[in-house]
């Protein structure tokens, strides 16, 4: 399947979710219910225009319930119920969810979101014509979702957080194969791109709004943040690792587009890391790396034994954002959500 097929008609999300195997569900008709529900209120407060971060209790809940229904059946069929469409916050936030649970959901959540780039291609197009804020910032999270989405179909050894087994040791998986290392290398290259366009994105916001990482704003902005430092610190280690076997097997004048490439990627990165490490906000989540002042240097074989793997460490759950105003656009007034005719 080619998931980055242009689509002339709009994407059916229904259409598309009817798709989606059901693996397991509860056999008791009552339980069933009662679960369903608590599922569709942990995605209608996760998934609403409050310009708050999503308490992490509502996103937790949800990637529990991938792994009680094996799958993400039932999130996707809600997710035709949560008004995308309507706020630029709401899309944002989805967007979040949606990366969370393709990380930490299910090893299935990841199949079964596969067939749904197209969606995100329509999603995110539709979002970037508010050319500014949050519609900058929403179609940057589509496509880095897009992207991701595509690496995992081609990837399969790679799960939703990115580990791989063998000690995460990428050089293991394609033995002496070095055509595949070489697209691989290339791949993780255009995954870290979406990456550091997506944190480009946010930081411009964050700047023309002159919100800071202890507001509402800023946290709700900055947030998906915590994920980039996490992804990006293990593509880093198998990019730079992917390097030194392809110059350990092939001639460095092949490999100069590469070396060039890693170079600017590297400034961008620690541009990133050093940005996040100043901010307040993230101080008591996540242990941000600290790069080197320079990149590994694939000319000299022995600079590979002064590479240290950077590693990314979450200190604390995020903190639940204080309450503030109700302001749901989503109906959940409603207990007959007609969930169960979609699954």
């Given at each position: ?76 069929s809600m997710c035709t119920k949560l008004q995308l469409e309507s706020h630029p916050i709401v899309c944002w936030k989805f967007c979040y969810v949606i990366h969370r649970l393709l990380r930490d ?36 999270y589509c496509r880095l979702i897009i992207v991701k989405l595509g690496f995992h179909e081609r990837n399969a050894m790679f799960s939703g957080n990115l580990n791989i087994g063998e000690g995460n ?72 690792k992917v390097l030194f076997k392809l110059h350990d097997n092939l001639s460095g004048d092949s490999l100069t587009g590469h070396r060039t490439r890693l170079i600017e990627v590297f400034r961008r ?75």
């Amino acid at each position: 399947m080619n998931i980055y097929n242009k689509h002339a008609s709009t994407v059916n999300l229904q259409q598309l979710v009817t798709n989606i195997p059901v693996r397991r569900k509860a056999p008791d008709q009552l339980e069933r219910d009662k679960f369903e529900w608590t599922q569709w209120q942990s995605a209608s407060k996760a998934v609403n225009n409050l310009e708050t971060p999503a308490k992490e209790k509502h996103v937790r809940n949800l990637i529990l319930g991938t792994f009680r229904l094996e799958g993400a059946k039932l999130f996707w069929s809600m997710c035709t119920k949560l008004q995308l469409e309507s706020h630029p916050i709401v899309c944002w936030k989805f967007c979040y969810v949606i990366h969370r649970l393709l990380r930490d959901g299910h090893k299935h959540v990841v199949h079964d979101s596969i067939p749904l780039a197209a969606y995100f291609d329509q999603l995110g197009k539709f979002w970037s014509a508010l050319r500014q804020s949050y519609g900058t910032m929403t179609y940057r999270y589509c496509r880095l979702i897009i992207v991701k989405l595509g690496f995992h179909e081609r990837n399969a050894m790679f799960s939703g957080n990115l580990n791989i087994g063998e000690g995460n040791d990428v050089r293991k998986i394609f033995n002496e194969n070095m055509d595949a290392y070489f697209q691989l290398s290339i791949e993780l290259m255009d995954y870290m791109e979406e990456i550091l366009g997506l944190v480009d994105a946010v930081f411009t916001s964050l700047d023309q709004s002159r919100a800071n990482s202890m507001t509402a704003s800023g946290q709700c902005r900055l947030h998906p943040l915590i994920l980039c430092v996490q992804d990006s610190s293990l593509l880093y280690d198998y990019i730079v690792k992917v390097l030194f076997k392809l110059h350990d097997n092939l001639s460095g004048d092949s490999l100069t587009g590469h070396r060039t490439r890693l170079i600017e990627v590297f400034r961008r990165l620690k541009k990133f890391y050093d940005q996040v490490s100043t901010l307040q906000y993230f101080r008591d989540l996540i242990k941000v790396p600290v790069l080197p002042d320079n990149p590994p240097n694939f000319k000299i074989k022995e600079d590979f034994k002064n590479y240290h793997t950077p590693v990314a460490t979450i200190v604390t759950p995020p903190p639940e954002p204080t309450q503030v105003i109700e302001a749901s656009l989503i109906d959940t007034t409603d207990v007959n959500i007609n969930i169960k005719s979609t699954i």
